[in-house]
């Protein structure tokens, strides 16, 4: 994702360099919470392109929902998470990449099952805040190391049949690094 939208990589690496990253760097829990940009970055990045295409569930009892719509108890409903993580009404430019919104009200306040990357309740992810802490590390450390440049000249298609999210035909030139912005104080 930091390839696709202008600017974000190098925001990335600069925030990066900010709390000291080094080529040796082992990173802390702590030291990798505290960057605000990152956490944003992963956030936006998995609204817009969430892992997991649609959790079924089985209904419970007989439920009308708003608009009319009946489900027998026993129906099985297949909610698609890409879609309401990605609808106008909880998002506002819910189709732009915008890793800034996190740190609005609007997000803040919104409804907590409008964005489920690991789904929620009973069946939810019990290992996500491990998985969240292992994609951040990675990512500093892959941003850190090496430029990334798309080298798809295409749109990217998504395989339809297939359980998550995959795309067909992504393809990324990673540069290894030699020089990295000065901090800043900014």
Partial sequence: M????????????QELVNHGATLDKNWSYDEIQAMSFLDA????TQRMHSSFFQPARNVKKDVVLPGGWALPQGSILIPSMPHLQRH???????????ADRWATEGVSNRHRS????FA????????FNVALQEVKVALAE???RYKFVNA???????DPDFIVIRPLNFYVRAIRRS????????
């Fill in 41 to 44: 970055f992963v956030k936006e």
């Fill in 152 to 158: 798809t000249n295409e749109a990217i298609e998504y």
């Fill in 2 to 13: 930091s390839l696709t939208y202008t600017g974000k990589q190098d925001r990335l690496l």
């Fill in 179 to 186: 020089s990295w912005p000065a901090r800043s104080t900014a």
């Fill in 142 to 144: 892959l941003v850190h």
């Fill in 120 to 127: 929620a309740g009973a069946r939810g992810c019990i290992g």
């Fill in 114 to 117: 409008v964005y489920v990357p």
């Fill in 88 to 98: 106008a009404a909880y998002w506002e430019n819910a189709d732009r990449f915008d």
